[in-house]
């Protein structure tokens, strides 16, 4: 869940999960990225914009050595090469490029391409965060919360995701929200957590969509409106979100902000297990006497 820059550009975003990344993402993610992107531009421009990439980077230039540390991270006209990727990276860091110094913390943190250094990762996202990079204060945020920044502090790890939801960062908005919601590391705040998932919700967290759905169709945090709870949830289920798809499909089943559509419930949960949620899947198995 380490977020990184993706540049400007033909860098099609792409999403990881876990401590699989927003640019270096899972091994999956990142092939399909690449072949959503060869399919659209064509092989021969992506290898058009690497050479450019690659001409203005020997010449000096941050922005085209990052982007050129894209295309080798995610295969975009080049054979994908982790280690080539973190090397550019570090030009372009050295460079005072903040996007190539995340990317570049990332890589410690994972060790893709580099021997995996925690220490280092959280000194990248460290100095990013300092510059106002705010998937850097994110990242840092993350470290204090995991312990890879050599210990788990959650007062501390709150702080830098308030730092980063300050300025927008839904991410940072939807962990912050957990942390007020299970009062780890701040007060315990249903309301707050609740305010939280709105800001990250309205700024395309899909995740923070679902979640403050429940809020809504529980009543807690918020006031109870059980339609606009199922609106939330159809939402986050068409981006993909597994939990969104299976709420709805509760709310279709008990009828809770939708008429009761038994058929359109299991259709919901159906969808919630394809995407890979075992709870989802469970439901559908027949129930033994």
């Known amino acids: 869940m380490l977020r990184a820059g993706t540049g400007r550009g033909l860098h099609p975003r792409v999403s990881g999960l876990a401590l699989a990344l927003f640019l270096l993402a899972t091994p999956g993610a990142a092939q399909d990225a690449a072949s959503k992107a060869e399919s659209f531009f064509g092989k021969e421009e992506l290898t058009r914009q690497v050479g450019l990439h690659e ?9 085209e050595c990052f982007n050129l540390g894209l295309a080798y991270a995610q295969g975009l006209g080049v054979p994908k090469d982790a280690a080539r990727a973190a090397t550019l990276f570090k030009q372009a860091c050295d460079k005072k490029h903040l996007e190539a110094c995340n990317n570049l ?8 391409g580099v021997a995996r250094d925690p220490k280092q990762a959280l000194a990248l996202f460290e100095k ?5 990079d705010m998937k850097g204060c994110f990242n840092v945020g993350l470290a204090y919360e995991n312990g890879t920044a050599g210990r788990q502090d959650a007062v501390l790890a709150a702080s830098f995701f308030e730092k980063a939801c300050g300025k927008g960062h839904a991410d940072g908005c ?14 315990k705040s249903p309301e707050r957590a609740t305010t939280l998932f709105s800001k990250s919700c309205t700024a395309g967290n899909m995740k923070s969509c679902s979640l403050l759905g429940v809020s809504y169709m529980s009543g807690v945090g918020v006031a109870q409106d059980k339609k606009h709870a199922a609106t939330l949830f159809e939402k986050s289920c068409e981006a993909g979100i597994a939990g969104g798809c299976f709420n709805l499909g509760i709310a279709y089943q008990r009828g809770h902000g939708v008429e009761k559509d038994p058929a359109r419930a299991k259709s919901m949960v159906q969808r919630a297990c394809d995407l890979g949620m075992p709870p989802a899947c ?7 006497p």
């Open 55 to 63: 001409k203005n980077c020997k010449k000096g230039d941050a922005m």
């Open 105 to 112: 913390g990332i890589a410690y943190a994972e060790g893709q």
């Open 128 to 132: 990013t965060c300092k510059a106002e």
């Open 174 to 187: 939807l962990l912050l929200g957990l942390a007020h919601a299970q009062g780890k590391g701040v007060e």
């Open 282 to 288: 469970a439901a559908l198995k027949p129930k033994v």
